[in-house]
């Protein structure tokens, strides 16, 4: 079964707003990786945050990490119509799971120019 | 980084047959783990495929229906037997490369798979 749930399931936007998205998962890790998939192509990485971290920064990407509450954002601001994609958070359990990746259903971001 | 590239990058097959889909990768990498993309849906892990022993499958995948081979810490093969049109997705290889103390997993394009 999928750990990740994400949130907006779909999410339209005018160029120039932000866009954020959330990712919630149920069991601990050792970091959370979000991912970008242009019309079911390949995914292109966009940043890893590890479970010790809080928050990090990436050109217009920001990303948080609550291991509390199991959850995660990711912000883009100043959105494009070049952002345009599905955006997916991916976990990393560690341990004996080490590497394998749990993805979640993903958000469909959609910006108009 | 690492640079990954998939053959074939998409394929219209028929019922009953099979179809070996290979990754490659520009440098040497130990993990190596292949995923699953059904229409409209999320990625799930078929298998992870170490260099020098027997790829382990998660569950719901078998060997006899998912073989995997890693001849080298470069290259890896999927194959997907006995296709049927429930088999239709895309099929992604991604490795997993260790840049200071991250280890980040990059994606290869992705083989979109069509079963008639």
């Known amino acids: 079964s999928q750990q990740g749930e994400e949130d907006p399931q779909a999410l339209s936007i005018q160029e120039g707003e932000n866009a954020t998205m959330n990712c919630s998962y149920k069991?601990?890790?050792?970091?959370l990786q979000w991912y970008r998939q242009n019309s079911g192509r390949g995914l292109v990485h966009l940043i890893l945050?590890?479970?010790?971290?809080r928050e990090k920064h990436s050109g217009r990407l920001r990303v948080t990490l609550d291991t509390s509450k199991k959850s995660s954002s990711l912000l883009i601001t100043a959105s494009r119509a070049a952002d345009t994609a599905s955006y997916f958070c991916?976990?990393?359990?560690?341990?004996?799971?080490?590497?394998?990746?749990?993805f979640g259903q993903g958000t469909i971001l959609t910006v108009h120019p | 980084s690492a640079v990954i590239s998939q053959k074939p990058s998409r394929d219209i097959c028929q019922r009953g047959t099979s179809l070996t889909i290979q990754c490659q990768v520009d440098?040497?990498?130990?993990?190596m783990f292949w995923y699953r993309q059904q229409p409209g849906q999320s990625l799930t892990l078929i298998a992870t495929?170490?260099?020098?022993?027997?790829?382990?499958?998660e569950s719901g995948f078998v060997i006899d229906k998912f073989p995997i081979s890693r001849p080298n810490l470069t290259f890896s093969t999927l194959t997907v037997s006995n296709m049927s049109p429930e088999d239709s997705s895309i099929y992604l290889c991604?490795?997993?490369?260790?840049?200071?103390?991250?280890?980040?997993?990059?994606f290869g394009p992705g083989t979109r798979l069509t079963v008639l």
């Open positions: 991604s490795v997993e490369v260790w840049d200071s103390s991250y280890n980040e997993q990059f």
């Open positions: 069991t601990s890790i050792n970091n």
């Open positions: 945050i590890r479970s010790n971290e």
């Open positions: 991916a976990t990393d359990a560690g341990g004996t799971s080490y590497g394998k990746l749990t």
């Open positions: 440098s040497q990498v130990t993990m």
């Open positions: 495929a170490n260099q020098g022993s027997e790829a382990t499958y």
